[in-house]
């Protein structure tokens, strides 16, 4: 599956309207079977759900211009849905993927085709499970390959090598959130992250489990790096070893050299790497390591470290060659993790703008953070003082509804959401002083209502109600610019004065600062229902979510495809 094929009309989609005028490339077919298989690490075998029984899943390589087409079939007890992270689904929101908002799941013994097209991105990707936390063992990368006789801006590399990190779990992980949302707790961390799925051999009853890099001397090798892990931010380093960051999110920056990569859930970022000459002593062996970025509590987060190999042909054994070992940042240095994010800059080239929205139509305020929630009658909660753990967005905590909404939106089904979620707090407070006693958090479905093509300023307020901590904001259907970030307070008198509207970071997932704020701007060009939530799988299970309405527009390209006939029903 997957082979390059001339566009043609499949039976399965039930109609001859498959987008034919959205592709300009060619037309990728793959078939998803979600099944359960047994994998083992750290000496604990686990039947866990995978595609096409590889864990990770399948790798999808395409280039900008193609369409992609993706036969899901669910063969699992648990709903399915799949979605592709980053992508941008220009107009063809159905195929987004996150449960009950583009789509109801696919349920055991169903299917459903994903369509869409690969339009002004190149780079790298990602797909995973979009409901509750079965992305922890389904996810897989996306090689978005430049057009065809179109260059990389950087040296062209002698291999691409995918680097997924991802956690693992000895007990389900359906089991794990479903207990954190019964009693209100936090949930149980993960055992061990793993790179290409193999937790490496720093845990114990692991050596075996090792991803090893076989590279050959003065060879330039990209990494495509991808953070799959559910709930941790990682930094990432090559023990002598320095990297060249030249791609975050399916979009090109100005290359700069760092020996430490920071990428948080739902990041991307692509780095060259050079092997050393023969002359650089390449008979050793040379450790990767990840290990998390984090300002929670201890305890909180799984705080080991995976490694793997880097070694040069021929091959050598750990054991018997010198070890080399990289140094990390301390797990909070949230002074790196600013220096570092200051760095990433657009490419801005004539062949690659940087699109920023000079003037703002609309401009929101929104905190992002934890707190709690009073425990329900009748029933004895976990969380701090008794309570339930919560999370939210201007003190709104997102209720899933159970009719997806776009379905909603297009087909005008009232009392699935409403429209007043608030464009600032509702409670002005101190957001990373002294936290007040009560934040009202509510519950309800809020959306915001955009019209087509209004240019958007959104700044992220972090608010250490229960401690400050970094949140990494995913928003679907859109990339944006980050414009401007800080530490404290976010100042509206002083603080857009120093924002760079020349060359900010184009991404689809930021991490609003621990303690701090970030603002991103972008244009609402794509009709649809986009969601924007927390990718810590577990402050998104908190509800730390909202999503966007953008109506269609007046041009026939600038309304929403009609559902497909397939689309599955809740």
Known sequence: ????????????????????????????????????????????????????????????????????????????????????????????GWSDGPAYVTQCPIRTGQSYVYNFTITG??????????????????????????????????????????????EWFNADPEAIVAQALQTGAGPNVSDAFTINGLPGP?????????????????????????????????????????????????????????DIVLITPGQTTNVLLRAKPD????????????????????????????????????????????????????????????????????????????????????????????GTTPCPANQTCQGPNGTKFSASMNNVSFDMPTTALLQAHYNNIPGV??????????????YTGTPPNNTNVSNGTKVVVLTYNTSVEVVMQDTSIQGAESHPLHLHGFDFFVVGQGVGNYDPSKDPAKFNLADPVQRNTVGVPAGGWVAIRFFADNPGVWFMHCHLEVHTSWGLKMAWVVNDGPLPDQKLMPPPSDLPKC
């Open 121 to 166: 991105q190149r780079g790298t990707l990602f797909w995973h499970a979009h409901v509750s936390w079965m992305r922890a063992t389904l996810y897989g990368p996306i090689v978005i390959l430049p057009k065809r006789g179109v260059p990389y801006p950087f040296p062209k590399p002698y291999k691409e090598v995918p680097i997924i990190f991802g």
């Open 279 to 370: 002359e650089g002593c390449p008979a050793a062996t040379h450790l990767m390591l990840a290990r998390p970025y984090a300002t929670a509590a201890p305890g909180t987060f799984d705080n080991t470290t995976v490694a793997a190999v880097l070694e040069y042909a021929p091959p050598g054994h750990i054991k018997s060659l010198p070890l080399f070992r990289p140094s990390l940042p301390a797990l909070n240095d949230t002074a790196f993790a600013a220096n570092y994010s200051a760095k990433l800059r657009s490419l801005a080239s004539p062949d690659y703008p940087a699109n920023v929205p000079r003037r703002v139509d609309r401009s929101f305020f929104f905190t992002v953070g934890l």
């Open 417 to 430: 959401y409403t429209t007043d979620f608030p464009v600032v707090p509702l409670e002005p407070f101190n």
């Open 202 to 258: 720093l845990y114990n009853c692991s050596s075996e489990d090792t991803f090893k890099l076989k590279v050959q001397p003065g060879k330039w090798y990209l990494l495509r790096l991808i953070n799959a892990a559910l709930n941790d931010e990682l930094f990432f380093s090559i023990a002598n070893h320095t990297l060249t960051v030249v791609d975050v999110d399916a979009a090109y920056v100005k290359p700069f050299d760092t």
């Open 1 to 92: 599956m997957g082979a390059r094929c001339a566009p043609l009309f499949l039976l399965f989609f039930g109609t001859l309207l498959v987008l034919p005028h959205l592709s300009r490339g060619a037309t990728r077919y793959y078939t998803f079977n979600v099944t359960l298989t047994n994998v083992t690490r750290l000496c604990n075998t686990r039947a866990i759900p995978t595609v096409n029984g590889k864990f990770p899943g399948p790798k999808i390589v395409t280039r900008e211009g193609d369409r992609v087409v993706v036969k899901v079939v669910n063969n699992v007890k648990d709903n399915v849905t799949i979605h592709w992270h980053g992508v941008r689904q220009l107009r063809t």
